[in-house]
């Protein structure tokens, strides 16, 4: 079902990127964040909409990672699914950025990031079945280069930039992708990554998803910067900031900035401005710190439909074929539930597997207490 996009010739992406340059700097002289599609679906950038085929590809991406999101909140209810964060309005941010990239590039995705998991191509039983800590959901497909989920904010950052180097140092074009959140932007973690990438020219593409919130601090009381993707500039690389709602937006500065990797021009960050509409997992209550008021708004700002409105007025989805899509997207879904469903319990002791190749001494020895315990 997920069926990659053709890398684009190496002179038709030079000019793309001339083009999308003078776009981007335009936008930010304006103080804009950079987009394609205005809310509401109109176009407000003719030259740069991508092929009818790629932005059918990006909704059904979406479609899929909304399907994910909305069927995980209804199985977490049914005791069906363990704890997850949910991503539901965040998908133009995830699903157009990771679609940049092939599955010989890298992705570190943060706990927040299954639909970009998913749209790089991770299946989505072992996706369900990560969420409910069975071993089958750690060890991710041999072809892909997918990284388990990062739980501890920013450790992501530096470790893509060595998968970078690494790539680089086997002779290939390939390139490593890395997501943090506003929040995870403070940490330490990040800074010496961008530094680290940008002193060695690495072919590392960063996306800041800026969803206004960590846990229950928002980002504007989390930091005094005002645009976080101005912290590039502290490193000498370019940073773009982008309507993190449109997708045709986070594909097109995305796959500009991985074409610049794979030629050698080095990282680029991409600020995606968007909103975590949700709470921050299905357990959290986000009543107690934030009001009506401040999620005022982002419902309609919607990236499914943003891009649905403008796939119907361009004749591109119909009411029919749209409705077909969806129903496909579903059935992908279920059937892979079945699957994850199949896989057997996981068992206590496992979790201490898998950590070395050769467990050590402790190991073995709180393997043994737990097999006791239990
Ligand atoms: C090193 C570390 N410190 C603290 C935490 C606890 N924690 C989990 S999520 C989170 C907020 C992260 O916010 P942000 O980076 O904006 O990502 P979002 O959840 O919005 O996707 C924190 C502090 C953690 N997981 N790791
Ligand atoms: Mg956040």
């Known amino acids: 079902m997920t069926h990659h996009l053709p890398r684009p010739e190496a002179q038709e992406a030079a000019q793309a990127f001339q083009n999308a340059a003078a776009a981007y700097d335009e936008a930010a002289a304006k103080g804009d964040m950079f987009r ?63 679609a940049a990239l092939t599955k010989d590039d890298w992705l570190f995705p943060t706990y927040r990031d299954t639909g970009a998991a998913l749209t790089l191509g991770l299946p989505i039983a072992r996706t369900l079945a990560y969420w409910r800590t069975s071993p089958h959901g750690w060890q991710m497909p041999k072809d892909l280069k997918v990284l388990p989920f990062y739980i501890p904010i ?25 997501f943090i959140g506003d929040g995870g932007s403070s940490e330490g973690d990040f800074h010496e990554a961008l530094n680290f990438a940008g002193a060695l020219n690495a072919p590392c593409v960063f996306i800041l ?22 912290r590039a500039l502290g490193y000498g690389i370019p940073g773009v900031r982008v309507d993190g709602n449109d997708v045709l937006a986070t594909w097109h500065v995305t796959r500009e900035a991985v074409e610049r990797a794979r030629r050698g021009e080095g990282p680029t960050l991409i600020e995606t401005v968007t909103y975590r509409v949700k709470p921050h997992t299905v357990a959290d ?42 129903q496909e997207v579903a059935e992908e879904f279920e059937a892979a539930l079945a699957e994850a469903d199949s896989y057997p319990d996981p068992q206590p002791a496992e979790i201490l597997e898998h950590v070395f190749a050769e467990p050590t001494p402790q190991l073995v020895r709180q393997r043994a207490e737990l097999l006791e315990e239990v």
């Open 285 to 326: 209550d986000p009543t107690r710190y934030r009001t009506d008021e401040d999620t005022a708004g982002w419902d309609e700002k919607d990236p499914l439909l943003r891009l649905q409105q403008h796939l119907l007025a361009e004749g591109i989805l119909t009411e029919q074929s749209d409705a077909a899509l969806q």
């Open 209 to 230: 998803q800026n969803n206004g919130w960590a846990i229950s601090v928002p980002t504007r009381t989390q930091t005094k910067a005002t645009n976080l993707s101005h």
């Open 154 to 178: 920013a450790t992501q950052y530096p470790q893509a930039v060595g998968a970078a180097l690494a790539e680089r140092r086997r002779g290939t074009k390939n390139v490593a992708m890395a």
């Open 36 to 98: 394609i599609l205005a809310e509401g679906g109109q176009v407000v950038r003719p030259e740069l909409l991508p092929a009818a085929e790629t932005r059918l590809h990006l909704y059904r991406q979406m479609r899929r990672a909304r399907q994910f999101d909305e069927r995980g909140w209804v199985l977490y209810r049914q005791g069906r699914l363990g704890v997850f964060p949910p991503f539901g309005g965040m998908e133009a941010s995830q699903c157009g950025t990771a």
